[in-house]
């Protein structure tokens, strides 16, 4: 009987752990590993599978880049800035807003690539390329609304530090000077950071493709081949450009807070913007990613595979986290500039509140605070994509108000209250419409075009993770490859 019983208890220890190695692989991409030809066949699938919804979309989108971008900024070039809203005393309208909205999206690629890699985040794997994306393409946006803000956008070359006859240099006391040379940094750095992880991929892509498609991937993966060697040389530069690209990741929006923060300005004079401007950027970023994500899981084919509700609650956490900071950065900027503030800053920051715009600073507080502290809390809520597909489509259209609320409604108070006017945009409402859709038209081309998941990753970490067994209880284990 003794015996029988022994018997019957490993029995049910076996079934256990198959129960839970069941559970494990469903909830967890790492653990549920499929043969690697099977995954990059479901990838290039995904990437030729092009439904006639697609093509409605990227036709419609590119026929409005056409003309609320193309057509809207050669006009305003030939009638002027005048078509445009901004006038004394608000020489900063809509342009800079998206200047700076575009570079804090831009941030989340980096963070998640860059920071999660270095701190050995395993659940950042399958969306890192997503991210990655997300910055060069915000960049490049962030770049047109600079371009369009100069109105004489042919003499862009002011702005660059280059030899010349008559000794001329640019005014780097000017915040143009200024931008432009984070832009550039950021999106050289960013760039080469996408195209290093994208290589192998891109080798496996070439491999499985005829005409064209082989050509262009026969290109860009360097002549790839796989061995030891490349592997060890593509691990280096990756570590070398993750610890290097974060310094100036927070560095790039730092210089965009001093724009404003080395102003005289009331309600800009602030020593905190800093800080305060990296972790909006990386609160817009975040919301940025996980809607991203969301739509690629439900437009393209087997990406439901790759990414899981895991990866949404782990988003959603960090979106919770950057949400609270932002608070905490956002009301210690108002207090001190309340209670030490002079009589102006006072007017202003009451003007932000019981002004015309005073609906938009209390929807920046409702979208960026309250609805993800009342939502993302719940780790069933966190789990459901288009709940948090909404808290972050919210928390970008918070953030876009806080930054409109930042420059053009307060520029419209100054210490000489003769000059105050409202703000009220014109032509830029539809360029800004355009830097929109251009930023979607060219994730769509990028869908198309190479691996959005980073396979390699992927695989990787499935080959790092195991489950094991330790008495009755079923663990998961990393190992380290190298």
Request: charged content about 15%; cysteine-free; proline content about 5%.
């Amino acid at each position: 009987m003794s015996g029988y019983n022994k018997k019957e208890k490993k029995v049910e220890a076996a079934e256990h752990h198959a129960h839970s190695a069941e559970h494990f692989r469903e909830k967890h991409l790492m653990l549920d590993p499929l043969p690697r030809g099977v995954m990059n066949e479901m990838v290039m699938e995904s990437m030729h599978h092009t439904t006639w919804k697609f093509w409605a979309v990227f036709i419609t989108l590119a026929v409005f880049v056409a003309y609320a971008l193309v057509y809207q900024w050669i006009r305003m070039i030939i009638e002027g800035l005048g078509i445009a809203g901004v006038n004394r005393p608000v020489y900063w309208g809509v342009f800079l807003v998206n200047v700076v909205f575009w570079i804090g999206i831009s941030h989340a690629g980096t963070f998640i690539s860059a920071v999660l890699r270095v701190f050995r985040a395993e659940f950042r794997r399958p969306f890192t390329r997503a991210a990655e994306l997300m910055t060069t393409f915000g960049l490049v946006q962030a770049g047109f609304s600079i371009f369009m803000h100069l109105g004489r956008v042919w003499l862009f070359y002011w702005l660059m530090p280059y030899p010349n006859e008559r000794m001329l240099w640019p005014n780097f006391h000017s915040p143009l000077s200024w931008d432009l040379l984070a832009i550039t940094t950021y999106l050289l750095s960013s760039t080469m950071y996408l195209i290093l992880p994208l290589i192998p991929d891109v080798a496996m892509a070439r491999d499985r493709s005829t005409g064209w498609r082989k050509t262009l991937y026969k290109i860009l993966a360097f002549g790839f081949r796989g061995t030891e060697g490349e592997w060890a040389h593509l691990r280096t530069a990756m570590n070398i450009f993750a610890f290097a690209i974060i310094p100036v990741m927070f560095s790039v929006h730092t210089i965009v807070s001093w724009d404003f923060a080395a102003a005289t300005r009331p309600g800009w004079n602030s020593t905190i913007f800093g800080p305060y401007f990296v972790i909006g950027a990386l609160h817009s970023g975040m919301g940025a990613v996980i809607m991203v994500l969301a739509i690629i899981r439900w437009t393209m084919k087997h990406m439901d595979y790759f990414i899981r509700a895991e990866h949404f609650d782990a988003i959603a956490k960090l979106m919770l986290v950057i949400s609270m900071g932002w608070a905490y950065f956002f009301f210690n900027d108002y207090m001190v500039q309340w209670y030490g503030g002079d009589k102006w800053t006072k007017q202003l920051l009451h003007f932000h509140e019981a002004g015309p715009m005073g609906w938009m600073w209390f929807s920046m507080l409702i979208f960026n605070i309250a609805i993800p502290w009342a939502i993302l809390w719940n780790p069933k809520w966190r789990a459901t994509p288009w709940i948090v597909f909404i808290v972050g489509l919210l928390i970008n259209v918070g953030m876009w108000f806080e930054r409109y609320i930042i420059i053009p409604v307060s520029l419209s108070i100054n210490r000489a209250p003769f000059t105050w006017r409202m703000y009220h945009p014109g032509v830029e409402i539809w360029l800004g419409l355009g830097t929109l859709a251009l930023f979607i038209l060219l994730y769509m081309a990028a869908s198309k075009l190479i691996p959005l998941i980073p396979l390699w990753e992927v695989q990787e970490g499935q080959m790092a993770h195991e489950l094991k067994k330790f008495g009755r209880e079923t663990v998961v284990t990393v190992s380290e490859l190298e």
